[in-house]
């Protein structure tokens, strides 16, 4: 689309608002591609606005932070921009696991959605949420993951970058005491 990409560049340093919706326009489905290729390979577990955040942030940085001043050979800031949005989607995964071990993001009891068909009736669910929150981080989110939200073992092993063998270890194992604590309930 573009012949002359360090033109391109040059113009969004200079402030060109048409520059800068080209470039966009130009690297997007790089930044995309390269975002959702690393954390892939990297046995992640990302939804697709995980994806369009990275995206979203890479070129936001770039705009606010003049990131484009500092590129010398410009012919190939593709690669450049390839290496950014890999290393920004790997940060961005570990930051959300962070807010997750903390509770801040959407393991709490208030933000669970029972399906339709009722599943898992509110009383149990409060009771569930209730014991897990006796145990550690790590297990009370692979839990939450694994019973409330059904997520397979191999996904929360991606998502929390631990082994199968770890996460099945521990739904086993609490498992175990959720039954013996839910037996009269």
Partial sequence: ??????????????????AWEEFIEHFSGLLYYSARERLKRNGIAFGEQDIEDIVQSVFLEILEKGRLKEIREREKISSWLSIV??????????????????????YR???????????????????????????????????????????????IAGFMNISINTVSTIIA???KVLKEKLKDF
């Fill in 109 to 155: 009891i208030d933000n669970i959605r029972v399906d339709t068909q009722g599943h898992i009736e509110e009383g149990l669910l409060i009771k569930l949420e209730e014991i897990i929150e006796g145990f550690d981080e790590r297990e009370k989110i692979v839990l939450k993951m694994n019973i409330i939200y059904g997520k397979t073992h191999k996904e």
């Fill in 1 to 18: 689309m573009f012949k002359d990409v360090p033109k391109l560049v040059e113009r969004c340093i200079q402030g060109e608002k048409k």
């Fill in 173 to 175: 194992r609490r498992k």
């Fill in 85 to 106: 949005a890999q290393t920004r989607a790997l940060n961005y995964i570990r930051q959300k696991r962070e807010r997750l071990l903390r509770g801040e993001e959407f």
